[in-house]
């Protein structure tokens, strides 16, 4: 039935929403309508997009509710979702560093150390994970559920489990990181049952593949250039080592073409070296894809 040929996916909504977005367009698939409705648009015909609370996904694809989904590892953790795991997409709204949920307490706080809070309060949305953190430490705390908003709690309860990426709202709010009680990264999970069934494992086999070689392109660029017969062992030297180059031969034999994949950071550096050794006709260009 065509009904059954639909891979029902469900990508989070609100902060990782834009960065999930602009990686499926850079992975190929082009999602349309994604801030204005749940239910956009994508140029696959095959797929159907829910966009739901990161927090909610991986129940609906252990139940069944959802076939596929992308979501945080910390909330599969807190929900203790019984689904597949495809693979890691380390992404995230603001950098490709994994995000953590840390302990904190205000830094006028007496509060050295996670032992210091036993018989205390704790504020947090990760409420699952934070009672197991201090159960397996021995620590006796009460945790309660913070709605939001909860670096402004620290000062109301004895301390808050926050999530944070870069650090700058604790910063901002003047608290001081105790622990690290859990880190996560991104992950693309699969329903047990649709996992099983060959149409909808191909396409999330293939969406892996994709947006993971779109991961694994931030950051590099393309380099082509051309170079004499002559040049051509002083352009290879100024080359990062550890690439391997492609080296092409051209209508006129006096000149070899070389294409290579750089860091983006070295670009700036390598690009006047490279003219100096001998190289012309330098193009650099961005990358949507690479697959290892």
Not at 88 to 102: D, F, G, H, I, M
Request: hydrophobic share 40%; proline share 3%.
């Amino acid at each position: 039935m065509a009904s059954e040929r639909i891979l029902k996916l469900g990508l989070p909504a609100g902060s990782l929403q834009k960065a999930t977005i602009d990686l499926f367009d850079k992975a190929g698939l082009h999602i349309s309508d994604s801030k204005r409705s749940y239910l956009p648009a994508v140029d696959d015909e095959e797929i159907h997009v829910i966009c739901l609370r990161a927090q909610e996904i991986g129940r609906y694809v252990g139940d069944g509710v959802l076939d596929a989904g992308i979501t945080g590892f910390d909330w599969i953790r807190e929900n203790a979702c019984d689904v597949m795991e495809i693979c890691e997409l380390p992404y995230s709204k603001a950098t490709s560093n994994p995000a953590r949920w840390v302990l904190a307490v205000p830094s006028e706080s007496k509060v050295t150390r996670p032992e210091d809070l036993d018989g205390g309060i704790v504020a947090t949305e990760l409420v699952g994970v934070t009672k197991r953190y201090f159960e397996e430490k021995g620590i006796r705390v009460r945790v309660e559920f913070s709605w939001g908003a909860t670096e402004v709690k620290a000062r109301l309860v004895d301390a808050i489990v926050e999530l944070t990426e870069t650090g700058t709202s604790l910063r901002a709010n003047n608290l001081r990181i105790l622990d690290t009680v859990i880190v996560s990264t991104t992950r693309f999970i699969a329903n047990k049952d649709a996992w099983r069934d060959d149409f909808k494992r191909e396409k999330m086999e293939n969406l892996s593949i994709l947006l993971r070689a779109a991961i694994a392109a931030r950051g590099m660029v393309g380099l082509k250039m051309n170079v004499r017969r002559a040049d051509l062992d002083s352009v290879l030297r100024v080359l990062p080592a550890e690439k391997s180059p492609t080296v092409s031969s051209l209508v006129d034999s006096e000149y070899v073409a070389i294409e290579v994949l750089i860091d983006e950071t070295v670009e700036r550096s390598l690009v006047p070296a490279l003219k100096r050794a001998g190289a012309s006709g330098i193009i650099t260009y961005p990358l949507n894809k690479v697959i290892h």
